[in-house]
Nanobody
Framework: QVQLVESGGGLVQPGGSLRLSCAAS????????IGWFRQAPGKEREGILT???????????YYADSVKGRFTISRDNAENTAYLDMNNLKPEDTAIYYC????????????????????WGQGTQVTVSS
């Protein structure tokens, strides 16, 4: 049974940083594309970052403009865990953050689209407020 568990969310002041974790079980995470998504109240879910597998592909990373230069994605294959490092957080980053995985043969035309991912975590809340 595949399970993704996010952690690390919380309350942070504007300009602050957080690291979210996505621990996987039931799959070997480094074979999969890992993506991070978020959903703010009253808004649709938004894909913000994704990284292809370095074992089955080239490890390419794709960013939404809203987070480029502030957020980064990484993996720890030994821990079967992915990370989202968020810096210079803004109030508009407030949302529930989700990780998701997909097993891609080729990079889709829309790598940040939700329907390209098969497994999802339950989400973790990030609130940016003073």
């Amino acid at each position: 049974q595949v399970q993704l568990v996010e952690s690390g969310g919380g309350l942070v002041q504007p300009g602050g940083s957080l690291r979210l974790s996505c621990a996987a079980s039931g799959i070997t995470l480094d074979l999969y594309t890992i993506g991070w998504f978020r959903q703010a109240p009253g808004k649709e879910r938004e894909g913000i970052l994704t990284m292809r597998s370095k074992r089955t592909s080239d490890g390419s990373t794709y960013y939404a403009d809203s987070v480029k230069g502030r957020f980064t994605i990484s993996r720890d294959n030994a821990e079967n865990t992915a990370y989202l490092d968020m810096n210079n957080l803004k109030p508009e980053d407030t949302a529930i953050y989700y990780c998701a995985t997909g097993l891609w043969l080729l990079t889709p035309q829309t790598p940040l689209a939700s329907n390209e991912y098969d497994y999802w975590g339950q989400g973790t809340q990030v609130t940016v407020s003073s």
